[in-house]
């Protein structure tokens, strides 16, 4: 009856170690896919904020149309038409 106990405590302590092993496993690699995640969203965040920098300079200087941007928007209707249509 000693030799069984001894031999389940062994397998016991053998299970026990292969569950420890796998517990750290699933953690380890849990912490591996996290890092990688946090690589990939650090870069496509400073990859975005690089873009809305450039954009944000590139856009910033005027509109597409500068002839709206001259326009004098005081003007009432009848002014602007004599200003610029009645040409």
């Known amino acids: 009856m000693k030799f069984i ?3 389940l405590t ?3 302590i053998m299970f026990g170690v292969m569950a420890v ?3 750290l496993g699933i953690v380890w690699s849990l912490f591996g896919y996290a890092f990688w995640l946090g690589v990939v969203a ?3 965040y400073g990859g975005y904020k690089l873009f809305k920098k450039l954009e944000n300079k590139a856009l910033a200087s005027g509109s597409g149309f500068p002839e ?3 326009r ?3 003007l009432s209707w009848e002014e602007y038409n004599r200003k610029y249509l009645k040409k």
């Open 5 to 7: 106990k001894v031999i």
């Open 10 to 12: 062994l397998l016991a």
């Open 21 to 23: 092993f796998w517990l």
């Open 42 to 44: 650090a870069l496509g």
């Open 68 to 70: 709206i941007e001259d």
């Open 72 to 74: 004098d928007y005081t």
